[in-house]
């Protein structure tokens, strides 16, 4: 069956230093990954997209990568602050023009200043 | 311009009542997905509108669950018979011209006691 991994510990890290998070899945061919970034108690805020066809997309501090030989995508945050502390989702979507994005359950940031 | 807006944001409710769950998407905005979120959880499809056609309806979990949008607008997620298993929060989220980008609002908090 498909999955979507990422990993539910907290990733802890000193403000200024670069958060990567991992997203890994299997028995999935995705159109494209989203990630989106979730606070307490709100509803997730998309960030990025990438294509199954691009290895790298960049948002001012953010940086996405995705090996679909290795299936994963890996999400960096650089020079990261406290304010970037939240939930991190990655989302695939499938193939076909469904747009109907699968989510993984999601990784904590906590960044201390 | 407004985002997505759901209402109630709480609901308590007995087991074995109904709940109307309401979602007011981006205007405009042609596409509308319902998903759920149960603590520790990753967001679980539950179904999806686009435009005139026939709503994707393949991640409701049981027939107790249905939803309508009227007029392509305003969406109504209706639960029957409530189960304490349902108690989870019910996100609501739209897209327009850019399928790609999902906009989520700040959700439901279902409890049943």
């Known amino acids: 069956s498909q999955k979507i991994e990422q990993n539910s510990e907290a990733l802890n890290i000193q403000e200024g230093k670069t958060a990567t998070l991992t997203c890994n899945y299997t028995?999935?061919?995705?159109?494209?990954l989203q990630w989106y970034r979730q606070d307490p108690g709100r509803g997730p805020v998309f960030l990025l997209l990438?294509?199954?066809?691009?290895k790298e997309k960049r948002k001012e501090r953010l940086k996405v990568t995705f090996d679909t030989t290795l299936k994963q995508s890996l999400f960096h945050i650089t020079a990261s602050q406290p304010a970037d502390s939240a939930t991190y989702l990655c989302a695939l979507v499938g193939p076909g023009g469904s747009y109907i994005p699968t989510f993984g359950r999601g990784t904590s940031l906590i960044v201390h200043p | 311009g407004a985002g997505v807006s759901q209402s109630p944001s709480n609901k308590v409710t007995e087991k074995g009542k109904d709940v109307e769950l309401r979602c007011d998407p981006i205007?405009?905005?042609?596409?509308l997905y319902w998903y759920r979120q149960s603590l520790g959880q990753g967001l679980e499809f539950l179904i999806y509108?686009?435009?005139?056609?026939?709503?994707?309806k393949s991640g409701l979990p049981s027939d107790r669950f249905s939803a309508e949008r009227t007029g392509g607008s305003v969406s109504t997620l209706t639960i029957q018979r409530t189960q304490q298993e349902d108690s989870a929060v019910y996100l609501c989220?739209?897209?327009?011209?850019?399928?790609?980008?999902?906009?989520f609002g700040p959700g439901t908090r279902l409890l049943v006691l």
């Open positions: 205007s405009g905005h042609t596409a």
């Open positions: 989220a739209s897209s327009g011209t850019t399928k790609e980008t999902q906009y």
């Open positions: 990438i294509r199954e066809n691009e």
């Open positions: 028995n999935y061919s995705p159109a494209y």
């Open positions: 509108f686009q435009g005139n056609s026939a709503p994707d």
